[in-house]
């Protein structure tokens, strides 16, 4: 079975602080892909990144940054210079292959104070 | 990217009445598209998997009776919530996979927010 965890149900943070989302799944699958969606107040999901179990190369995109280590089957999130507008729930989720549905985590509501 | 919509994107409806959510995939062909539930502060759970031209299949504990499923052609599913009650109230988002660019794509609705009273 897959399964996905978000340990941290929700987070506040200061602006411009650094925060860690974390991630920990489970599956016996060889080939997975894992992503991070982010779910603003309206509801619609955006894509953040998709990750192949092949691929361990940590990925940075402007704040953000992913670190995907097999070895303890966690995919963690981290935003950087934290800012009000990434205020929003952050989904995990795994995906077992081509065709296959999303397992999401139980997501992490992320609150940036100004 | 591809662009998969959902339509109403809001509804509020009396109980005991039938709602019909649309999935379209406006700029690819969608093999299969998948429905899933969020229940307010929740995540998103599969509801069930519709192939074009076959019958969906559903998840365990989700009523196929009550939401009907009909992926009548390669870029719409459709979803109806049969005799609806207030325990039905949630978001629901569809996800259609087909080959616009490269493989093992997927890509989300915008959701559909279901109200009952």
């Known amino acids: 079975a897959q399964k996905v965890t978000q340990a941290q149900t929700e987070i506040s943070v200061v602006e411009k602080e650094d925060v860690t989302l974390d991630c920990v799944y489970e599956?016996?699958?060889?080939?997975?892909?894992l992503f991070w969606y982010k779910q603003p107040p309206s509801g619609e999901l955006v894509f953040l990144i998709r990750?192949?179990?092949?691929?361990?190369q940590n990925e940075i995109s402007g704040r953000y940054s992913w670190n995907f280590q097999k070895s303890t089957s966690s995919f963690n999130f981290t935003i950087t210079a934290s800012q009000v507008v990434d205020s929003a729930v952050y989904f995990c989720?795994?995906?077992?292959?081509?065709?296959?549905?999303?397992?999401f985590g139980p997501g992490t509501r992320l609150s940036v104070l100004p | 990217g591809a662009v998969v919509s959902q339509h109403p994107s809001w509804v509020i409806c009396k109980s005991g009445t039938s709602v019909k959510i649309e999935c379209r995939s406006l700029?690819?062909?969608?093999?299969?598209m998948f429905w899933y539930r969020q229940f307010p502060k929740q995540s998103l759970m599969l509801m069930a998997t519709?192939?074009?031209?076959?019958?969906?299949?559903?998840e365990q504990g989700v009523e196929k009776d009550k939401f009907l499923i009909n992926h009548a052609s390669l870029t719409l599913s459709t979803l109806t919530v049969t005799s609806a009650h207030p325990e039905d109230s949630s978001f629901y988002i569809c996800?259609?996979?087909?080959?616009?660019?490269?493989?093992?794509?997927?890509?989300f609705g915008p959701g559909t927010r279901l109200t009952v009273l």
């Open positions: 989720a795994l995906k077992r292959g081509y065709g296959q549905n999303f397992v």
């Open positions: 519709s192939n074009e031209g076959s019958k969906a299949t559903y």
């Open positions: 700029d690819f062909q969608a093999t299969t």
């Open positions: 996800s259609a996979r087909g080959v616009p660019n490269s493989y093992n794509e997927q890509f």
């Open positions: 990750r192949n179990s092949f691929d361990e």
């Open positions: 599956t016996r699958d060889t080939t997975y892909y």
